[in-house]
C-alpha cells in the first residue's frame, strides 16, 4: 500500500521534499513592481500570482525553475537554485507563452496551453515592421484564416471592408476590446464580391496605434460570448505602458503601372490608362492628368500614458489618416474603378484606477470620424439619367460618407478575500453612416437639379450591461477555474430620410410627384425615356424608408476548466440567451487539451452556435439602381417585415445554427513552436441577400430582392502555424513564421421553397458565398534583427477563386444551354504570390526608419473582360487589385 501512496504521489507530481519558500518582486524595465503576474513551478500546478506591490512568496523546491508570465510581457524563466529571494524584472513583448483573455476564462491560461486554437499577435511589431496602414490589412498578412479585401462600385461597402474567419460571414466573427463586446457597423453589404447580406463590425475604426496585442480565437464561442461568434473572437487588448510617447510618420504611394492588355477593347476599355485618366478633381468624366502613383496615404499616430494613482493608468492615442483614390483600369460604363478616400480622425482612451488593494475601475472608448469618397458607375450620354445642360459629357456620381463611431466601456474589478474577482461594466458603442452624394443630379427637376444631395443613412446603437464572477482553485484536482455570468444588451437600428431631392421624382413643373395619375414625370428628349429621380449613383433615403427598430436580449452562462492532472484539461461552457423578437437558444461547449509530454500537446473542442439576425437585416430596405452588366435596373430591397416581401414566400427571419468540431495539436521543442488545427463547422440556415425577382406589380420598380435564411453549409479546413526565433552568438536573430490556411466550403442546401433557385440564390450568388472562403491562404515571413538594422520579407499566396459574371442574366439560349452559360460567365482568377518587403534602420535610441514595400512585384489578378462585378479588368477578389504600394514611416520613441 506505501508504494502505491507513493506511484500516485508521482504521477500527480506531488513532491514534498526539501520545500522551500521563495519570494521577490516582479517589476518592469522602469522598476515599477507589476500586479498580477502569474508565478509557476515549472512541471507541477503550484502556482500564486504577485499582489498590487509586485510581490509574491511561492513553496518549490531548491532545483525547481519558476514561470514568470504576464499579459503584455516576455515569459521569464528562473532556476531557483536554492536561492529564497527572487527578484524578477520582465521586459514588455508578447508570445505565445503568456496569459490570454479570450477562448478561457482562467488566469493560467497561455496560447500553447489552451483547449482552443488562438493567435496573439503584437500589433506593437506589426505596426513598426510593416506598411500596413488599416487593422484589416494587417490582420490579412498575419493570421492565417483572416480574410479583407478592399471592394469598389458596392455603395457603402467601399467605405467599410467586409472581413471573415474561416470563411464565414463578416458577422460571424464577434469582436471584443479588452474583453467587452464591440458594436457593429450600421452598414449592410449590399453589391460587392464579400460578405453580401451581411452586417459587421468595422475594425478600421479602431487605431493601430492604441492597440497593444490582438488575440484571435478560431473556434466557436458562442457557447461562451454569445450571438455572432460561430466562426470565432478578435479581442483587442489596448495598450497600457506608461512613461512613454511612441508613434510614427509615415506616406505611402500606389503605383499605377498595371499591365493590361486593353487592344480589344479600344477606347471603351482605355479608362485610367494612359491618357485617359479620370479627373479626380473635376466632376462630369472630365479627363485628367497621367499620373505614375496614386493613393498617397499620410498616417500620423501618437500614444501617451502616465500613471493614476499607485499601480493604475491612463493612456491615450490620437491617429490622422489621409488617403487619396486610386484608379485602375476600368470600362467606359465604370471610369472611377478604384478605391475610395479616406480622410479621419481617431481617439482612443484606455484607463484603470486602483480604489484599494484589490479594487479598480477601469473605462476605454473613443471616437472615430471618417470623411470617404467613392466613385459609383458612370451615367454616359444618351441616357435619360443625364441633364446634357449640366452634365455635357455624362458623369460618374460620388457616392461620399461621414462614417462616425463613438463607444465607452466603464466598469469596477474587484477580487474578493475568498479569491472570487468579480467584474461588472456597461459598454455603449454608436455607428452612424450619412451619405452625401456629389457630381450627381435629379434627372427629374433637369436643368434646375442641385449636384449634390444629403441622401439621409443609418445608425446603429448598442449598449451591453455585464456581470461576470470567476474563481481559481489550486487545491482542487490539479487546478480548477468557475466562472458565471450575465449579460443584458439592447440595440437600436435606425435609417433616417435625406433632404427630399435625393429620393423624390417630380413633375415636369418642379413639384414632387404626390398624384401620379394628375402630375407628369419630364420626358429625356434624347432617349424619349422618363426622367428618374432620386440622386444619380445613390438614391436618399425617404420617410418611407425610416426605421426605429429597437431590441434587447439577455443571456445567462457558466464556464468551467478543470485541470484532472497536470496533463489533462477539460473545459464546458453553456449559455442561455432570450431576444425579445425571436425567442431564446441554449448552446454549450465541451474542450479538452491533453499534454502528451513536456513539449507535445493535443487539443480538441465540439460546440454548437447561433448568430441572431441582425436587425439591419430584418428591417433594412431601400429602392436603387443595379447595374446589370453595364445596364441600369431599378430594384426594391424589402425589409423582410414588409407585406410585399411575404407576398414572394419569403418568411420571417430566424436564428441561424451551428456545429463546431476542432481537433488539433501543439508543439514547442527549444526555439520551434508549431500548432495545427483542424476545423469542422455546419451553419443551418444562413442569411442570405437573395437575388432580382421580377415585380411588375410594384409602381417604378422592375425587381425587388430581400433577406432570407437561405442556405445550409459546411465548412472544413486546416490552420498550420510554424514558428522559429533565435539568437545568434553576434547578438542579431532570426526568426521565420509559416502561416497556412487551407478550406473547403460546401453549399448543402438551398431553402428556396417554391421559388425558383436560380433567381433566389442562383449559381452567381453562391460563387460570391464560397468565393468569400478562399481555398488556401499561405505565408513565410522572415525576419533578421542586428543592433541598429532590422529586415523582414514576406510571401504570400492566394489561392485560385473563380467568380460568375454577369453574364448570368442573359439568356441561356444565347450560349446553347445553362450549363455553356455558366462557363462563359465563370471568371477564373488564378492564384498569384504577392511579396512585401520592409527595411528598419534604428537612427537613434528614439527614432527608426522603415522603408519598404506591399506587393513589391507589381501582381494583379489575372485580367477578364467587360462582364466583371464592378467594371474594372479584376473583381474584388482576396489579393485586392491595387497593385505595388511604396512606403517611408518614422518610428519615434520618447
Do not use: C
Not at 521569464?76 to 476564462?105: A, F, K
Request: glycine fraction near 10%; avoid cysteine.
Amino acid at each position: 500500500m506505501k508504494h502505491i501512496y507513493v506511484i500516485i504521489l508521482i504521477l500527480f507530481g506531488i513532491n514534498f521534499s526539501n520545500a522551500q519558500t521563495v519570494s521577490g518582486t516582479v517589476s518592469d524595465a522602469t522598476g515599477m513592481p507589476i500586479a498580477g503576474v502569474n508565478v509557476v513551478v515549472k512541471g507541477t500546478s503550484t502556482g500564486i500570482v504577485s499582489d498590487f506591490d509586485g510581490k509574491y512568496s511561492i513553496n518549490a523546491s531548491p532545483t525547481s525553475i519558476l514561470i514568470f508570465s504576464y499579459v503584455g510581457y516576455d515569459s521569464v524563466s528562473i532556476d531557483v537554485n536554492n536561492q529564497t529571494t527572487i527578484n524578477v524584472t520582465m521586459q514588455e513583448g508578447v508570445s505565445l507563452d503568456e496569459v490570454v483573455l479570450v477562448g478561457s476564462r482562467s488566469p493560467k491560461r497561455t496560447a500553447v496551453d489552451t483547449a482552443v486554437a488562438i493567435d496573439v499577435i503584437d500589433v506593437a511589431d506589426v505596426t513598426t515592421q510593416v506598411g500596413k496602414v488599416e487593422i484589416n490589412e494587417m490582420l490579412q498578412y498575419a493570421a492565417p484564416s483572416f480574410n479583407a479585401n478592399k471592394q469598389t462600385g458596392s455603395d457603402g461597402a467601399d467605405h467599410v471592408d467586409p472581413a471573415s474567419l474561416r470563411g464565414l460571414g463578416p458577422d460571424q466573427t464577434l469582436v471584443l476590446i479588452n474583453g467587452k463586446r464591440r458594436h457593429q457597423s450600421s452598414l449592410i453589404n449590399i453589391f460587392g464580391t464579400r460578405g453580401r447580406g451581411n452586417t459587421g463590425t468595422d475594425l478600421n475604426a479602431i487605431p493601430a496605434s492604441s492597440i497593444k496585442r490582438i488575440e484571435i480565437l478560431r473556434d466557436g464561442a458562442s457557447a461562451q460570448y454569445g450571438s455572432d461568434a460561430i466562426a470565432g473572437v478578435i479581442n483587442i487588448v489596448l495598450k497600457d505602458n506608461v512613461d512613454e510617447l511612441t508613434g510614427s510618420v509615415s506616406y505611402g504611394a500606389y503605383s499605377t503601372n498595371a499591365d493590361v492588355d486593353t487592344s480589344a477593347f479600344g477606347e471603351y476599355g482605355a479608362w485610367n490608362t494612359d491618357g485617359y485618366r479620370l479627373d479626380t478633381k473635376k466632376d462630369g468624366n472630365a479627363i485628367g492628368k497621367d499620373k505614375n502613383f496614386d493613393g498617397g496615404s499620410v498616417k500620423v499616430t501618437a500614444n501617451y500614458g502616465f500613471e493614476v494613482g499607485k499601480g493604475g493608468f491612463a493612456n491615450f492615442t490620437t491617429e490622422y489618416l489621409s488617403k487619396n483614390k486610386t484608379l485602375r483600369p476600368a470600362f467606359d460604363f465604370r471610369k472611377g474603378f478604384g478605391e475610395a478616400a479616406i480622410e479621419g480622425f481617431n481617439f482612443f482612451g484606455n484607463l484603470a484606477v486602483p480604489v484599494s488593494d484589490k479594487t479598480e475601475i477601469y473605462a476605454f472608448g473613443g471616437r472615430n470620424y471618417r470623411d470617404t469618397d467613392a466613385y459609383a458607375f458612370t451615367r454616359n450620354n444618351p441616357t435619360a439619367r443625364n441633364v446634357l445642360s449640366i452634365y455635357p459629357n455624362g458623369f460618374t456620381p460620388r457616392i461620399t460618407s461621414i462614417i462616425t463611431d463613438n463607444s465607452l466601456s466603464a466598469g469596477i474589478r474587484t477580487t474578493t478575500d475568498s479569491g472570487w474577482k468579480i467584474d461588472i461594466s456597461n459598454t455603449f458603442g454608436k455607428n452612424d453612416f450619412h451619405y452625401f452624394i456629389k457630381g450627381t443630379l435629379n434627372a427629374s427637376l433637369e436643368e434646375t437639379s442641385p449636384t449634390d444631395f444629403d441622401a439621409g443613412g443609418h445608425s446603429l446603437s448598442q449598449n451591453t450591461i455585464n456581470f461576470d464572477f470567476s474563481k481559481y482553485y489550486d487545491t482542487v484536482l490539479s487546478g480548477m477555474n468557475l466562472a458565471f455570468g450575465a449579460e443584458y444588451r439592447t440595440e437600436q437600428f435606425i435609417i433616417y430620410a435625406g433632404e427630399e431631392a435625393s429620393y423624390g421624382i417630380y413633375d415636369q413643373t418642379g413639384i414632387l410627384i404626390t398624384d401620379p395619375s394628375n402630375q407628369i414625370q419630364p420626358t429625356d428628349p434624347e432617349t424619349g425615356d422618363l426622367r428618374p429621380g432620386g440622386s444619380q449613383g445613390f438614391p436618399g433615403y425617404g420617410p418611407k424608408n425610416a426605421v426605429n427598430r429597437s431590441r434587447s436580449n439577455i443571456s445567462l452562462y457558466a464556464d468551467a476548466e478543470f485541470d484532472i492532472t497536470d496533463a489533462f484539461l477539460i473545459n464546458a461552457a453553456a449559455r442561455f440567451e432570450n431576444f425579445s423578437d425571436f425567442g431564446s437558444t441554449i448552446n454549450g461547449k465541451l474542450a479538452a487539451r491533453l499534454k502528451a509530454s513536456d513539449n507535445f500537446n493535443i487539443r480538441g473542442s465540439l460546440s454548437t452556435g447561433f448568430r441572431a439576425p441582425s436587425l439591419a437585416q430584418i428591417y433594412y430596405n431601400l429602392k436603387f439602381t443595379n447595374f446589370v452588366g453595364g445596364q441600369a435596373l431599378e430594384s426594391l430591397l424589402s425589409p423582410n417585415n414588409s407585406p410585399v416581401t411575404a407576398s414572394f414566400g419569403i418568411g420571417p427571419l430566424k436564428e441561424e445554427k451551428a456545429f463546431n468540431a476542432a481537433l488539433g495539436f501543439t508543439t514547442t521543442f527549444g526555439d520551434f513552436t508549431a500548432t495545427v488545427d483542424g476545423y469542422f463547422i455546419k451553419v443551418k440556415d444562413r442569411i442570405v441577400l437573395t437575388g432580382n425577382f421580377d415585380a411588375p406589380q410594384i409602381p417604378n420598380v422592375e425587381a425587388a430582392q430581400f433577406f432570407a435564411n437561405g442556405a445550409d453549409t459546411k465548412t472544413t479546413g486546416l490552420d498550420i502555424i510554424l514558428a522559429y526565433k533565435t539568437n545568434l552568438s553576434d547578438g542579431s536573430s532570426i526568426a521565420a513564421t509559416f502561416l497556412g490556411n487551407f478550406n473547403d466550403m460546401k453549399i448543402d442546401k438551398v431553402k428556396n421553397g417554391s421559388l425558383d433557385e436560380q433567381t433566389f440564390f442562383g449559381e452567381r450568388d453562391k460563387a460570391f458565398l464560397l468565393t468569400s472562403a478562399p481555398k488556401s491562404k499561405l505565408s513565410l515571413n522572415l525576419n533578421y534583427n542586428k543592433k541598429w538594422f532590422d529586415t523582414g520579407l514576406t510571401f504570400t499566396r492566394f489561392s485560385e477563386v473563380a467568380l460568375l459574371d454577369y453574364q448570368m442574366y442573359e439568356d441561356p439560349a444565347d450560349y446553347g444551354g445553362f450549363n455553356q452559360q455558366v462557363a462563359a460567365a465563370t471568371d477564373t482568377y488564378g492564384s498569384k504570390m504577392v511579396t512585401d518587403l520592409n527595411l528598419g534602420f534604428a537612427l537613434s535610441n528614439s527614432l527608426k526608419l522603415n522603408i519598404g514595400s506591399n506587393n513589391l512585384f507589381n501582381i494583379y489578378p489575372d485580367q477578364q473582360d467587360d462582364w466583371t462585378e464592378a467594371g474594372g479588368y479584376w473583381d474584388s477578389v482576396q489579393m485586392g487589385f491595387g497593385g505595388a504600394y511604396y512606403y517611408a514611416k518614422l518610428n519615434y520613441k520618447f
